[in-house]
């Protein structure tokens, strides 16, 4: 359950920083 759970925050982590490099990149 905790893994499962900590997976998720670092997916959620890592894609908003994969989004914010592209948003910072495109400009």
């Known amino acids: ?3 499962l ?3 998720i ?3 959620h982590l890592f894609a ?3 989004y ?3 948003e910072i ?3």
Do not use: E, S
């Open 16 to 18: 908003a920083f994969i």
């Open 5 to 7: 759970i900590i997976y």
């Open 20 to 22: 914010l490099l592209f």
């Open 9 to 11: 925050a670092v997916g």
């Open 25 to 27: 990149g495109a400009k």
């Open 1 to 3: 359950w905790v893994r």
